[in-house]
Nanobody
Framework: QVQLVESGGGLVQAGGSLRLSCAAS????????MGWFRQAPGKECEFVAGITWSGYSTYYADSVKGRFTISRDSAKNTVYLQMNSLKPEDTAVYYC??????????????????WGQGTQVTVSS
């Protein structure tokens, strides 16, 4: 497993932008598929975006497609989530997650075995 630490959350007005970062420790990061999830109060954990170990393939939940972009910098062992055109319904704790690479995409929290502690994102209307 890798150890993951998120940062970059905060308070932003609707229509604004934030960039989340997830720093990974461990030499196996390059072989990990990575994902972002979020959980709002009283709601279940929700898949947001995923990126394969190579970075060549990315995929998104319909609710964020066209607004969010996931990327990775393997030299820095870091995954990013650029969030634009934020809406109040994007308010949640955002979690970074990782798993050893696989040929299938990973859309559920059960697919991942490494998790960060989460970072709060609050979007005001």
């Amino acid at each position: 497993q890798v150890q993951l630490v998120e940062s970059g959350g905060g308070l932003v007005q609707a229509g604004g932008s934030l960039r989340l970062s997830c720093a990974a420790s461990g030499r196996t990061f390059g072989s990990y598929d990575m994902g972002w999830f979020r959980q709002a109060p009283g709601k279940e954990c929700e898949f947001v975006a995923g990126i394969t170990w190579s970075g060549y393939s990315t995929y998104y939940a319909d609710s964020v497609k066209g607004r969010f972009t996931i990327s990775r910098d393997s030299a820095k062992n870091t995954v990013y989530l650029q969030m634009n055109s934020l809406k109040p319904e994007d308010t949640a704790v955002y979690y970074c997650a990782g798993r050893v690479y696989s040929i299938s995409r990973a859309y559920t929290d059960e697919d991942y075995d490494s998790w960060g502690q989460g970072t709060q994102v609050t979007v005001s209307s």
